[in-house]
Structure formats: structure tokens, C-alpha cells
């Protein structure tokens, strides 16, 4: 049985997608799955990159597509009230969750992810946030400093792995970003002879011959 880490933070339409698409794409395959919040915005500022929802024409786009998906895919999603908005609350309630403090179970990722994308309300209300945590029953106070730097840990770590975005799917060492990656997850885990050739380690040999000031 092969162990999959799954690197999220709800603030990502797709993380919610992949996550709800997850039972599907790999049907009948052995497989665990470890869910680990961590912090989008620590990414993005580590490589310098803006959020999809930072850029206004991408923003729309973002919206635009991911609708589509889950139209297609028959997943509940309505865009939250607020977007982009501070997941730090709903983070560190998710490792507060944690019986390990690092890595919260698919129920607790679900109501969270839920939560955020089912509605399209505030993902930060005060109320909804009250009775999210009242549900939720964490096992220690999600503002305590512990919590905190639990998330900040478990971001550092991700960085240093070389995740780069949300959702990332890790699996023996191998990173595979994105929703759209799912299907590729899932030829690995069935034995697909392309990753046990060269070719995983010879497309991302080629490098830029441009680079921006």
C-alpha cells in the first residue's frame, strides 16, 4: 500500500476539487492518504509569486474554470463571499484537530474544506467560525502558540520538500501539483513503466534560456 501526502490549504479552489475528486480518481487502488494544512501565502512569498487570485484577469479565469469543474465532475462549489481571504483561523483549527498535531483527519479536512467552498458564504463569519470549531471539538485551543507553529513548521517543511502550490500530492518523493495531476497519481500507483524509466528525471532536466530581471 502506497502512502499519499496530501498538501493542501482550503483557501484553493482546486485543493477542494482534488479533494472531493480524490475517492474517485484512484478507485481500486491500495493506497492512505495524510492530509497536511499548510499555508498557501508562505509558498508564493518563498518563489516570489503572486496568487491566481491576486491578478485580476486570472482571478476571473480561476473562477470561470473552476465552476466548470465541478459542473462537470458533479461537485457541490460556490465561491466563498470573500476570495482571497486569511485561512490562518481555519488552518490552525485543522491541526488543533490533529491527534498527531500535524496531520488532521479526511472528516475534519472535509467539514473544513466544506466549509469554505459550500455556500458561498464568509468563510471567516465569527459565527460560522464558533460553530465550525463547536462541531469540530478540537483537542487543544487552535490560537494556542503550539498550533501556530505547528503550521508554520509543516509550511516550512513543504518549501523544503520543494512544494511550490496547492494542492500537492507527495508519493515516494514524487510531488504532483495540481487537480490535474490526479490522473497521473493514479498511473503511478498502478506501475506505469514511464516512471520507472528516465523519463520522470528527463522532462525537468531542461532549463530556461530566457530569464526576467
Known amino acids: 500500500m502506497k502512502q499519499i501526502t496530501f498538501w493542501f490549504d482550503p483557501i484553493s479552489p482546486f485543493a477542494y476539487l482534488a479533494f472531493e475528486r480524490l475517492p474517485r480518481a484512484l478507485e481500486g487502488l491500495s493506497y492512505s492518504v495524510r492530509y497536511r494544512p499548510v499555508l498557501f501565502a508562505g509558498m508564493l512569498k518563498t518563489w516570489g509569486q503572486k496568487g491566481p487570485a491576486e491578478i485580476e484577469p486570472k482571478r476571473a479565469w480561476t473562477f470561470r474554470h473552476v465552476h466548470w469543474l465541478a459542473h462537470q465532475q458533479g461537485i457541490d462549489m460556490q465561491t466563498p463571499l470573500q476570495h482571497p481571504f486569511n485561512p490562518l483561523a481555519l488552518l490552525r483549527l485543522l491541526l488543533a484537530c490533529a491527534d498527531d498535531g500535524v496531520a488532521p483527519n479526511r472528516l475534519a479536512c472535509e467539514r473544513v474544506l466544506r466549509h469554505v467552498w459550500c455556500g458561498g458564504l464568509d468563510a471567516n463569519d465569527p459565527r460560522r467560525l464558533a460553530a465550525l470549531t463547536q462541531i469540530l471539538a478540537p483537542r487543544i485551543d487552535p490560537t494556542d502558540a503550539a498550533v501556530k507553529q505547528a503550521l508554520k ?38 506501475g506505469d513503466a514511464w516512471f520507472g524509466g528516465p523519463a520522470w528525471d528527463a522532462a525537468a532536466a531542461a532549463r530556461g534560456g530566457v530569464v526576467r530581471g
Request: charged share 20%.
Open 153 to 190: 513548521a509543516s509550511t516550512d517543511e513543504a518549501i523544503a520538500l520543494g512544494l511550490f502550490g496547492v494542492p500537492t500530492l507527495e508519493v515516494d518523493g514524487r510531488l504532483f501539483w495540481g487537480l490535474d495531476s490526479l490522473d497521473m497519481v493514479a498511473a503511478y500507483l498502478r
